[in-house]
């Protein structure tokens, strides 16, 4: 049970009319940073997003609440509007924190927020955190890479500014790329990227994964192949918000799906990706 934040260390000061941008991790509030504990314990005011865990914010009781939700297809408050709200806070001699989920500079229009920030002559300090892509794949036991699968990972978003798929976007060159990768906003246009990703030449048994509120205990996961995706996705009836992956470290799962493991499963296969011989002598 942690109270207190560890002591000998110099936490900085929150101190009015700054705002600290704050990543919040991809839900479990054991993967907030200490500077993003420490802030929440500061804060006058705490403007978060749809994606941050409620809990999250039981950290900061003393703090205003106000909620900035921006999920695709919804009406939320426009960026604009974001970020100069921000601006007023701080002007207005509060000790802000703008909570993000995952990282604030990974998808999530946090350079945006700080560059308005610091054009307005605000001061702001960046609290990255753990993002989806990662530790939301982390939460499903798959690695985002593994020495016998893959060297590199491509981050893709699945939408741009206008909530459509990335026009500008080349599937081809992104499936050529890296042995995985991780799509976020994926859910809405999933038969144009899967489509895209197999014309670009990946394998349509390719093992993929989705994973819906990761870190949370609403998680879950399908383990699924991506010329399947689509239809699997369609039947399971999962929902935003989710992760995609696509590579063989999904495979990776069968052997490191640690909360299954811890609620008494047996792994379902020790060596997944039929390599045990080959690491064993590297
Ligand atoms: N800054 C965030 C990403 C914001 S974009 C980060 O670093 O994680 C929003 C997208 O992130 C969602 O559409 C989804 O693709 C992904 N995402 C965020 N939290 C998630 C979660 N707990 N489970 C699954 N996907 C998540």
Redesign the pocket.
Known sequence: MVTHLPPAHDWPALEPGWVWLC?A???DPGLLTLHALNALRQADVVIY?A?V?PAILDWAPQAERIHAGK??GKPSPRQRDISLRLVELARAGKRVLRL???????????GEEAQTLISHGIPVRIVP?????I??LA?AGIPVTHRDTNQSVTFV???DQTGETPGSLDWGAIARASGTIV?????KHLARITAGLIEGGRDPGEPCAV??????PR?RVLETRLGRMVDDVAESGLE?????CIGRVTLLRQVLDWQALAAGAAPRDLDPLGRRSASESA
Request: aromatic share 8%.
């Open positions: 990543g991790g991809p839900g997003d994606l865990e999920r695709g993000k989920g995952g990282d604030p500079f990974v998808f999530g229009r946090g955190g753990i993002t989806a892509g530790g939301g939460y978003t699945g939408h799509i976020y906003m994926g859910m994973v819906t509120d990761a870190a949370t998680q935003p918000p989710a992760i995609l």
